[in-house]
Nanobody, 124 residues
């Protein structure tokens, strides 16, 4: 079992930055791939970014590459999502997810564990 708790969401203006954190507990955090997804009102959940267990492989949705940066600190059992140049269309609930196993990191159905989500609201 892995328990995930997100934090760092909030209300910002367009162009500003936020850093989300996801603290993990349970089984060995340093051995599993972690991901971030988001879900806007009346839209399906979408992939944002993922990072391999070592941090050596990074994956981004094309619309966020260059603005968002995923990282992890295995000593702190924490994964981060740095979000810069935020836009109103980035408004969503952001979810941390763990352990897609051997399935695609881009698919939300692959992940075994989920956090409760943190709200990010970007005003224009």
């Amino acid at each position: 079992q892995v328990q995930l708790v997100e934090s760092g969401g909030g209300l910002v203006q367009a162009g500003e930055s936020l850093r989300l954190s996801c603290a993990a507990s349970g089984r060995t955090f340093s051995s599993i791939t972690m991901g971030w997804f988001r879900q806007a009102p009346e839209k399906e959940r979408e992939f944002v970014a993922a990072i391999s267990w070592s941090g050596g492989r990074l994956y981004y949705a094309s619309s966020m590459k260059g603005r968002f940066t995923i990282s992890r600190d295995n000593a702190k059992n924490t994964v981060y999502l740095q979000m810069d140049s935020l836009k109103p269309e980035d408004t969503a609930i952001y979810y941390c997810a763990a352990d897609p196993g051997s399935s695609s990191v881009f698919s939300d159905t692959a992940y075994a564990y989920w956090g409760q989500g943190t709200q990010v609201t970007v005003s224009s």
